[in-house]
């Protein structure tokens, strides 16, 4: 059989089908290699943010495989960014896996990236090797590794006191997406004002993005998540030192409460990873940043994510 595969503009009609695939791809992955299917839950519905997320923040930027009779059995969602192109989720349906289908999706991606003259980036699990292998095998070169930390924060809020640092904390508003973006540029080597500007705009999905500001008022660190209920994820963030990491974290678990939610933190960031053992915070899993091009100069305490996923 042979699928059309392509960059394509996302329809209503696309959405259940996206969503039953990423739900059925993961659950059979996870199932048939870590006896972790159920951690994706039992049904596809939650799903349905990643299509709706990503056609608004980027049309026409997902790459599906269809087949003759028009069935989806492929997607990988892109992202056009100022410095790079950043890879979301790719998932292919267990019916058509190990046909290639992954590799020319991302090839297609990569052929884009080139164009462009952008590195592209993303984050990949450490647990699953057929990922990770695919992005390697295609060029990727893996940078930072991150600690999947899950919390449950208590009704009442975290016990611990508020830490050093969150008097600097407040919520962004929109005219902050540009210094947010140029903060992460003097950190991170990446820019991507969009995704900030999309938050504050809070029109699909559900986001919140704090900011923590030096005494001088400028930026030093950021922090963003999703609270709607498909998904509710800490992320993405930078922040300059780890006390400043700390504060945005504790700000944004304070206005979790009652929920229970992962987070991704770098493994090096030893004092915030240990902030949040002493808050709760159990390993999950393993991620690693990957990029066809690094950035040596990369600097600050980074907090990936998944939704959107925005290396
Ligand atoms: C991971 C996944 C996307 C792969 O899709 P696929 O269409 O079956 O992959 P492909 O057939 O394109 O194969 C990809 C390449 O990786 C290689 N590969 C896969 N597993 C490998 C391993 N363990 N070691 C080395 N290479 C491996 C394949 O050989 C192939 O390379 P080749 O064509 O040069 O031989 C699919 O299994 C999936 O949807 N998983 C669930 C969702 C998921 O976990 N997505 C990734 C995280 S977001």
Same mark, same amino acid.
């Given at each position: 059989?042979?699928?059309?595969?392509?960059?394509?503009?996302?329809?209503?009609?696309?959405?259940?089908?996206?969503?039953?695939?990423?739900?059925?791809?993961?659950?059979?992955?996870?199932?048939?290699?870590?006896?972790?299917?159920?951690?994706?839950?039992?049904?596809?519905?939650?799903?349905?943010?990643?299509?709706?997320?990503?056609?608004?923040?980027?049309?026409?930027?997902?790459?599906?495989? $269809?087949?003759?009779?028009?069935?989806?059995?492929?997607? #990988?969602?892109?992202?056009?960014?100022?410095?790079?192109?950043?890879?979301?989720?790719?998932?292919?349906?267990?019916?058509?896996?190990?046909?290639?289908?992954?590799?020319?999706?991302?090839?297609?991606?990569?052929?884009?990236?080139?164009?462009?003259?952008?590195?592209?980036?993303?984050?990949?699990?450490?647990?699953?090797?057929?990922?990770?292998?695919?992005?390697?095998?295609?060029?990727?070169?893996?940078?930072?590794?991150?600690?999947?930390?899950?919390?449950?924060?208590?009704?009442?809020?975290?016990?611990?006191?508020?830490?050093?640092?969150? %008097? #600097?904390?407040?919520?962004?508003?929109?005219?902050?997406?540009?210094?947010?973006?140029?903060? %992460?540029?003097?950190?991170?080597?990446?820019?991507? %004002?969009?995704?900030?500007?999309?938050?504050? $705009?809070?029109?699909?999905?559900?986001?919140?993005?704090?900011?923590?500001?030096?005494?001088?008022?400028?930026?030093?660190?950021?922090?963003?998540?999703?609270?709607?209920?498909? #998904?509710?994820?800490?992320?993405?963030?930078?922040?300059?030192?780890?006390?400043?990491?700390?504060?945005?974290?504790?700000?944004?678990?304070?206005?979790?409460?009652?929920?229970?939610?992962?987070?991704?933190?770098? #493994?090096?960031?030893?004092?915030?990873?240990?902030?949040?053992?002493?808050?709760?915070?159990?390993?999950?899993?393993?991620?690693?940043?990957?990029?066809?091009?690094?950035?040596?100069?990369?600097?600050?305490?980074?907090?990936?994510?998944?939704?959107? %996923?925005?290396?």
């Amino acid at each position: 059989m042979s699928e059309t595969i392509d960059f394509a503009l996302l329809t209503a009609a696309d959405r259940e089908p996206i969503a039953r695939l990423l739900h059925r791809a993961l659950v059979h992955w996870y199932e048939s290699r870590l006896g972790q299917g159920a951690r994706f839950g039992d049904s596809h519905e939650p799903f349905t943010l990643f299509p709706d997320v990503y056609e608004a923040l980027d049309p026409g930027e997902c790459v599906t495989a $269809r087949t003759e009779s028009g069935e989806i059995v492929g997607v #990988c969602f892109s992202h056009e960014r100022e410095t790079h192109v950043s890879v979301g989720i790719v998932a292919t349906s267990p019916d058509a896996g190990g046909r290639g289908i992954a590799k020319k999706m991302m090839s297609l991606v990569l052929e884009k990236a080139k164009r462009l003259g952008k590195p592209a980036r993303l984050v990949s699990s450490l647990l699953n090797l057929d990922s990770f292998s695919l992005y390697t095998r295609l060029g990727f070169v893996p940078g930072a590794i991150f600690q999947d930390l899950l919390i449950t924060v208590p009704d009442t809020g975290l016990t611990a006191a508020a830490p050093v640092g969150i %008097e #600097c904390v407040r919520e962004a508003v929109l005219a902050d997406a540009p210094r947010i973006a140029d903060f %992460e540029q003097s950190q991170q080597g990446i820019r991507r %004002e969009k995704d900030f500007a999309f938050f504050l $705009r809070n029109e699909v999905g559900a986001w919140r993005l704090l900011v923590s500001e030096a005494a001088d008022g400028s930026v030093n660190g950021f922090l963003g998540m999703s609270t709607h209920p498909s #998904c509710t994820m800490i992320g993405p963030g930078v922040a300059a030192d780890e006390e400043t990491a700390i504060a945005l974290l504790w700000k944004a678990l304070d206005g979790l409460r009652g929920k229970t939610l992962v987070f991704l933190a770098p #493994c090096a960031a030893s004092a915030l990873v240990r902030t949040a053992y002493a808050w709760g915070a159990r390993n999950v899993e393993l991620h690693v940043a990957q990029s066809t091009v690094p950035v040596a100069s990369a600097r600050g305490i980074v907090f990936p994510t998944f939704m959107p %996923e925005t290396a």
